[in-house]
């Protein structure tokens, strides 16, 4: 018995570092595995079809602190889907009315109305084939049933979840566990016993376990048939009762550019099993320079016209970024480096204070706007109480008026998350002449969020929030680089 006892007492550090060895040989190839086929794509330039139609959410207060808003974006899905006869094929990262911890009771019941919406559409014209693609949050990773999925799939509508763990690992410290073993246990709708920290409900152990996975199918998309053509929409906003307060913009347009979007939902319908309907976009054709062009972008292209467009930015030029989350580094040095040769540089951020009642701590935003202020950015922050500013907007605009001016838009942050291949995403690129209708209003747009006026307080100076200590900046580079963070 005691050579028995000796011998499992040297056997518990093999199994320890096999054990060990095994969650970092997974964590590893959970980072750096193959990508899905048919994600991180940049679609063809097309020519503009049709209208292109600058949307926004707005936000604002007046000097006695009444808030004021104007909405457009989920009016224009809601009536696109209105008129659609064949196809509706929606992608929302956030589909659900939960509040977390706000108390707010000025919520938009959006979720209530999307579903409504494509029931009464499916009623009417029962050919229709509506497609709903959603993220696994929403049911807290199958921990919970939401009646309004339930209400879709009655109605003939497809509801997708998307099968996150086909995607790269966001938090690999994490992630190489999971996949040798939470992953495989399942989960149950009806055995919650843990509070759900987003909502109503109780929700099992696994759902969080999943949650700290960190990665999400983030894209927010709408492609729909318009008469004989087709119509897309990209945006920021999500069809979640809690964020209908937030800033938001889209960007609504028609044509070959709209097949491509649908065409960039095929691979994440396909992984469950749902061919999607429609037909293919056409073959690319060259687009003449002097007429504006719009190109579809997912994942890492996402990045890389990011970059592109800060790079191709001149002295005397304008570069003006208002974005959720600014924290990744490649982006932060080509502003640092555009800033350096010239170009006026103008950056809106949201303060990162508070999310659905739950305090942020400033983490990215301010340890990143110190580091832009000093040396020499413009910041400010977008005034907020409770609200997000939620956009993700990149506009750039030449010193000659004769030359050419882009905006980036759609659901990617400027983070590590959002643009290296770890998220699902999709942005929307539009280029041309100054005087493209589309980027005069997005223009118009940031002129209203970065300015005030004596009845619309939008914005506040850096100054306002003041420096961050370096624990802050330090949290910041660490939740940055590992993926510990929910950014």
């Not at 055995?191 to 999943?210: D, Q």
């Not at 993700?392 to 000659?400: A, F, I, S």
Request: with cysteine; aromatic share 8%.
């Amino acid at each position: 018995m005691h050579k028995l006892t000796q011998g499992r007492r040297r056997m518990w550090p093999w199994i320890l570092a096999a054990v060990l060895l095994a969650w970092v040989a997974m964590g590893t190839w959970q980072r750096v595995k193959p990508l899905p086929e048919g994600v991180s794509r940049a679609l063809p330039e097309r020519a503009v079809d049709g209208e292109v139609r600058f949307l926004t959410d707005e936000t604002w207060y007046s000097p006695a602190g009444e808030r004021h808003m104007r909405r457009q974006i989920f009016d224009e899905m809601l009536a696109l889907i209105g008129q659609a006869r064949r196809v509706v094929v929606l992608d929302m990262f956030l589909f659900n009315d939960f509040a977390g911890a706000s108390d707010e009771r000025d919520f938009r019941p959006l979720s209530t109305e999307l579903t409504e919406a494509l029931v009464e559409q499916r009623r009417r014209y029962p050919q229709l084939e509506a497609v709903v693609i959603t993220d696994p949050l929403n049911t807290l990773y199958g921990g919970l049933a939401l009646a309004h999925f339930q209400t879709l799939r009655e109605a003939g509508v497809r509801v997708v979840t998307t099968d996150l763990n086909r995607l790269r690992a966001s938090n690999p410290l994490w992630s190489g566990l999971w996949h040798l073993g939470p992953r495989w246990l399942g989960n149950d709708r009806d055995a919650g016993w843990l509070p759900n920290a987003l909502g109503p409900g109780r929700v099992t152990l696994r759902s969080y376990l999943a949650l700290l996975n960190f990665n999400a199918n983030h894209r927010k998309t709408l492609v729909v048939d318009h008469g004989e053509s087709w119509a897309g929409l990209v945006t920021t906003a999500n069809p979640h009762d809690a964020s209908s307060l937030h800033g938001n913009v889209a960007l609504r347009f028609a044509g070959s550019a709209a097949l491509d979007l649908l065409d960039s939902e095929r691979p994440l319908a396909h992984w469950s099993g749902v061919g999607l309907p429609g037909p293919a976009p056409p073959a690319p054709r060259p687009v003449p320079a002097e007429q504006a062009r719009l190109q579809v972008l997912t994942e890492g292209a996402i990045r890389t016209a990011l970059l592109a467009a800060i790079e191709a930015s001149a002295p005397g030029g304008q570069l003006d970024v208002t974005v959720f989350y600014l924290s990744h580094r490649a982006v932060i040095d080509a502003l640092l480096a555009a800033h350096a040769r010239g170009v006026a540089v103008r950056v809106l951020l949201d303060p990162n204070r508070a999310a659905f009642g739950l305090d942020k701590g400033g983490i990215p935003n301010r340890p990143v706007a110190e580091e832009l202020v000093e040396a020499g950015i413009d910041v400010r922050w977008c005034v907020t109480r409770g609200e997000q500013c939620h956009s993700k907007l990149l506009l750039r605009r030449p010193r000659d008026p004769a030359g050419e001016a882009e905006m980036l838009l759609g659901s990617a942050n400027f983070t590590r998350r959002n643009l290296d291949d770890l998220n699902l995403e999709t942005n929307v690129r539009l280029a041309g002449g100054i005087e493209t209708p589309a980027l005069l209003d997005a223009a118009a747009f940031f002129e209203r969020r970065w300015h005030n006026s004596p009845r619309r307080i939008t914005s506040e100076p850096y100054a306002a929030l003041g420096d961050v200590g370096v624990w802050t900046h330090l949290r910041y580079r660490i939740m940055e680089a590992s993926g510990l963070s929910t950014f």
